[in-house]
């Protein structure tokens, strides 16, 4: 509904921040059409167009941020759940295993998002210029937040999503666009922890090298011991910052990488549970057939039976979202 003002009769709005959001529904459905994903040309920048629920989907989340148009959709994180939709922007400041799900949407009203990376050495510069104000930062904080959807972070994601349509202005704007976008996460209280994990020699970026480091190499063997050597802090430090930031030990996010990966592998390239197994670094297939039925609910390959099964809800495509 509009407003009008008496004296100059200009039609105000009466919801500027629903009109903006309008907007931007309208202009990520229009690209996406019938796609449900797509990784679009400007770096980083992903639109999701959904018109049904999805199953829960094992999942990880890179350093981003999720602005929601139209919908809503739950993120769970260890045994802490995130709700986010047209009111709350969901922001990963590292990598993180999760099980995410779209809750609201249909083909009426189809769930509408785009999700942004965020680039670490960009978060670095803009803070080493000292004009963004730190934000206090509550301790054992997880690397995982939910924000108000402002006008002008909406403003910002219109703004960017209109390149799309201007391909040969995305070299020299988009950079820009994005900045504001850090920017206007940094203003506000959910970017403290973002700042700290992208300033150097904090503990929570000391924290962020071993994940990155796990998340490259959950295959391989872990010792803690190294893990902690090669972010310069004691063991115990470590499992401390560690819990904090992704809500696990490092041994529990170890593995459900591997049980993610795994579950992947046999989805897509039909691996049997034990060649899927020796693949992401289990020694023992019994091990991996206990520690997948306890995650999952089920064993290997029943539960993807269940998911080939015509009957079941669709997963979320495996990556970010």
Known sequence: MAITNRRDRIPLTAEPTQAVRTELARKI??????????????????LVRRTELTAP??????????????????????????CYDESRFLLTSVDLPIVS???EASEETPFLALSLKLEMPVVREMLS??????????????????????????GACCR???????PEDIPFLSGLI?????????????????RAIATLGDQSHRTAKAIAWMRANYAKPLRVEDLAQLAGMGVSTLHHHFRALTAMSPLQYQKQLRLQAARTRMLADGLDAASAAYAVGYESASQFNR???????????????????????????????
């Open 160 to 166: 960017l999503v209109d390149l799309l349509s201007a």
């Open 29 to 46: 459905d229009a690209l996406v059409g019938s796609q449900v994903r797509w990784a679009t040309e400007i770096p980083g920048l992903i």
């Open 291 to 321: 520690e997948y039925s306890r995650f999952f609910g089920q064993s290997p390959m029943r539960d993807i039976r269940t998911l080939r099964s015509p009957n079941a809800l669709p997963m979320e495509r495996v990556g970010r979202q």
């Open 101 to 103: 799900q779209v809750v």
């Open 178 to 194: 994005q900045r504001e976008i850090i920017y206007r996460i940094l203003r506000g209280p959910e970017g403290a922890r973002l």
């Open 57 to 82: 989907t094992c999942m990880t989340y890179e350093p981003s941020v999720a602005v929601i148009a139209q919908g809503r959709k739950r993120v769970e994180l260890a045994r802490t759940t995130f």
């Open 129 to 154: 210029r000292d004009e963004i104000p730190a934000p206090d930062l509550q301790p054992d904080q997880p690397a995982m937040a939910t924000g108000a959807t402002t006008v002008e972070l909406l």
